[in-house]
């Protein structure tokens, strides 16, 4: 009996975690995490543990096949240095906290898959 009462008094906090997350992902443009929190009395430390804890279900809840095919593989000549010139004039672009300088050497399959991956991430 117990144990069935400690598993739905889990869930239940994941749920209510798992709102304040979402409401802190949502805070207005410009807002810090911290000013968030303390709006919302609690503490920096308590909304990144939270977190953790619900990225941590979410990962336990999800399908084995599924999480192995989220890992992408990177193309050598992104680990490559020495093929990108330093001077390199481009473009900057920044989505979802990411930023990608793409110049005219970049190969269009590569940032199709970078654009792809970083507007799913979070």
């Not at 979802?96 to 110049?103: K, Q």
Request: proline share 5%; with cysteine.
């Amino acid at each position: 009996m117990s144990s069935t009462t400690s598993m739905i008094a889990t869930r239940y906090r994941l749920q209510e975690w798992a709102e304040q997350v979402r409401a802190c992902q949502n805070r207005p443009d410009g807002m810090k995490v911290i000013d968030w929190c303390a709006q919302n009395n609690i503490t920096k430390a308590d909304y990144y543990y939270r977190l953790r804890k619900v990225r941590e279900a979410c990962l336990e809840s999800m399908p084995k096949d599924m999480v192995s095919t989220s890992i992408v593989p990177v193309p050598a000549e992104v680990m490559n240095p020495k093929s990108a010139p330093s001077t390199s004039t481009g473009l900057d672009i920044s989505v979802n906290g990411f930023s990608i300088h793409v110049t005219e050497a970049t190969s269009l399959d590569l940032l199709s898959t970078i654009l792809q991956v970083i507007s799913h991430a979070q």
